[in-house]
């Protein structure tokens, strides 16, 4: 491993080791672990998530000694330097048509995966849900047993290559149309309710309690989630700006089967 990041480093300030067949070779080893889940973007640590720039650097390399090739699909075309992945029957993954993954995306054992689309680098975890039109950018980290509903957006990440992925623990239900980028946090067994938007500046407000509480770039874990807004003064006036606001907590005593549309139930959220 040392080796592998020794040469990805030298390429990445060199780009002329890029025609030498060992840099190549180097660069396609990182992305074909990659894809098999021996390496991956950011990892959990202590409870924190470390970002591996490394691995980034050699994923931004991949594009550049790739040749654009045709793909054809029955009657489908596609024209890009990057290769489906395949093999999903060995897998085990649950794939229904039109959904596609690039290669170098670690899809783990018992996803599903509706009309969705997961991009290079991403990493998804057993057993979960990418629903109808959801898309997984590059680099994000979807942890085990997540549902993403209908039309969810996470957000992709590879450049500047120290700019953490969009990272989505365990057990969390996110709802229909909600958008999660630019690095945000979504802690484990999180629900967020139908169209919440979380960017890297969002405000993130706890009322549940008798005093509102603030964060930005992460949901704290169990939190239920919905959209909001709050007034700011511009030169032209007052107007409404989003926010998302934490309204409760998933409750311990809810299955976790069914709590994740049961927790916005309970507080007539949609989903």
């Known amino acids: 491993m040392t080796d592998l990041k020794a040469r990805i480093e030298a390429a990445w300030i060199d780009r002329e080791l890029l025609k030498q067949d060992e840099t190549r070779e180097t660069i396609r080893e990182v992305v074909a672990r990659l894809d098999l889940g021996a390496l991956r973007i950011a990892s959990p640590q202590a409870g924190n998530w470390i970002t591996h720039e490394w691995i980034k650097k050699a994923v931004i390399l991949y594009f550049p000694i790739m040749k654009m ?3 054809e699909v029955g009657p489908f075309q596609f024209y890009d330097k990057i290769p489906l992945k395949r093999d999903y029957d060995k897998l ?20 599903i995966m509706m009309p969705s689309y997961i991009n290079i680098g991403a990493w998804v ?17 979807i942890g085990s047993h997540c549902h ?20 989505i623990e365990d057990h969390c239900f996110l709802g229909s ?18 169209n919440v938007v979380l960017t890297g500046s969002t405000k993130i407000i706890d009322v549940s309690g008798d005093k509102a509480i603030e964060y930005k770039g992460y949901i704290p874990e169990r939190s239920v989630v919905i959209p909001g807004t709050l ?19 998933r409750k311990p005593s ?18």
């Open 69 to 71: 090739e045709l793909t």
């Open 92 to 111: 085990g993954i649950r794939v229904v048509p039109h959904a596609i993954a690039r290669y170098g995306a670690f899809i783990s054992e018992g996803v």
């Open 125 to 141: 975890g057993p057993g979960t849900m990418i629903d109808t039109w959801a898309t997984v950018g590059s680099c994000a980290q």
């Open 148 to 167: 993403l509903s209908g039309g969810v957006g996470i957000g992709g990440v590879l450049e500047p290559v120290q700019a953490a992925p969009v990272i």
């Open 177 to 194: 149309r909600c958008i999660v980028v630019e690095g945000v946090r979504v802690g484990r067994e999180a629900v967020l309710g139908a």
């Open 231 to 249: 007034p700011k003064v511009f030169p032209a006036g007052t107007y409404q700006v989003p926010c998302a606001l934490i309204i409760g907590q």
């Open 254 to 271: 809810t299955d976790l089967k069914t709590s994740l549309n049961q927790a916005l139930r309970e507080f007539d959220v949609a989903v």
